[in-house]
């Protein structure tokens, strides 16, 4: 009998290599240094990408340098976020883990963790109040092209879909089960491709089976399949 486990996890060799086929391999490139990828993740939750990229360019174009957001008037900080949504949450979070990282490492940076174990770097990264699972990954992926998984909503959508994920399986619950199917040198190539599938086909509030190279391996298509049958 092949486990459940196993069952999910063989699906990932032949649906990278369609996926590869169709989108391409993402080569990692570090977009953002670590700590703007840090705080650039916390100014997305909860919002379009749009917003976050409004709000992160009003802060950069408004503030110097991170040691000037952090001490500057919360008002301001909530001011200049904004674009964001829910600026009165993220602008306190935003400097506290500012101040944080400065008081434990004595400069604004961290660096260090491309070097720590990888779950202590995440361990210390999801420390902070206001950072979970998902940021810890997209910085440690994104960053420093750490074998990190980040699970978003697309992610979560598409993995219970084709059948990565169990059905009843927390977004938080998801990384580490994406992480062992996963192989550690395919993170951020996987991960963008399949992010690429949900915006496109995938889609929440209807799927595009009729266009997705993936039927033959997706539960969710088989079981509708089964049902229209």
């Known amino acids: 009998m092949i486990s459940d486990f196993e069952r999910r996890k063989a699906k990932y060799a032949p649906i990278a290599q369609t996926l590869h086929a169709v989108f391409g391999r ?36 408004r503030f110097a340098s991170w040691e000037q957001v952090m001490n500057a008037p919360l008002e301001a900080v909530i ?4 674009p964001s949504g829910l600026a009165h949450q993220k602008a306190p979070v935003i400097q506290d883990v500012l101040r944080r990282i400065y008081v434990e490492r004595g400069e604004m940076n961290i660096d260090f963790l491309a070097d720590v174990p990888l ?8 420390s902070f109040k206001g950072v979970g699972p ?19 909503t697309h992610i979560h959508r598409v993995g219970q879909r084709i059948g990565f994920l169990p059905a009843n399986i927390s977004a938080d619950k998801a990384h580490p089960v994406m992480e062992s199917i996963v192989p550690p040198e395919a993170h951020y190539e996987f991960h963008l491709n399949l992010i690429r599938l949900g915006r496109e086909i995938c889609q929440a509030r209807r799927p595009k089976c009729e266009l997705c190279p993936l039927t033959a391996h997706c539960d969710y298509y088989k079981s509708m399949t089964y049902g229209e049958s």
Not at 79 to 82: A, G, K, L, P, Q
Not at 136 to 152: M, S
């Open 79 to 82: 001011e200049t976020i904004r």
């Open 134 to 152: 998902k940021t810890a990954a997209i910085v440690l992926c994104f960053g420093f092209n750490r074998p990190a998984f980040p699970v978003d």
């Open 26 to 61: 993402p080569t990692w490139r570090q977009s953002l240094p670590p700590l703007d990828e840090l705080i650039d993740c916390i100014l997305s939750q909860s919002t379009t990408d749009l917003n976050k990229d409004r709000a992160f360019a009003a802060l950069k174009a």
């Open 119 to 126: 779950d202590e770097a995440k361990a210390w990264l999801t």
